[in-house]
């Protein structure tokens, strides 16, 4: 189900587990989204190190090198 056409939701993320790393969160992404999950290019952010952009069906999904995950609505 999406909402508001977005395949994330608010309390599905709030329901993610607490990753270590980057390599752990992909990881859980492409498992629980498979085919709709898309690897992303990488941007270096100042005082935060490397942010991935990665997407599930069109929707952003930003992954910081820790783990922390950050979906756009």
Same mark, same amino acid.
């Given at each position: 189900?999406? @909402?508001?056409?977005?395949?994330?939701?608010?309390?599905?993320? #709030?329901?993610? &587990?607490?990753?270590?790393?980057?390599?752990?969160?992909? #990881?859980?992404?492409?498992?629980? %989204?498979? *085919?709709? @999950? /898309?690897?992303?290019?990488?941007?270096?952010?100042?005082? +935060?190190?490397?942010? @991935?952009?990665? *997407?599930? *069906?069109?929707? &952003? +999904?930003?992954?910081?090198?820790?783990?922390? +995950? /950050?979906?756009? %609505?």
């Amino acid at each position: 189900m999406t @909402y508001f056409g977005f395949t994330i939701t608010r309390e599905d993320e #709030a329901n993610f &587990p607490q990753f270590s790393n980057v390599t752990e969160a992909r #990881a859980y992404f492409q498992k629980r %989204y498979g *085919d709709n @999950y /898309h690897l992303g290019d990488w941007e270096y952010v100042d005082f +935060v190190g490397k942010v @991935y952009f990665d *997407d599930v *069906d069109g929707q &952003p +999904v930003q992954i910081g090198e820790d783990g922390s +995950v /950050h979906v756009v %609505y």
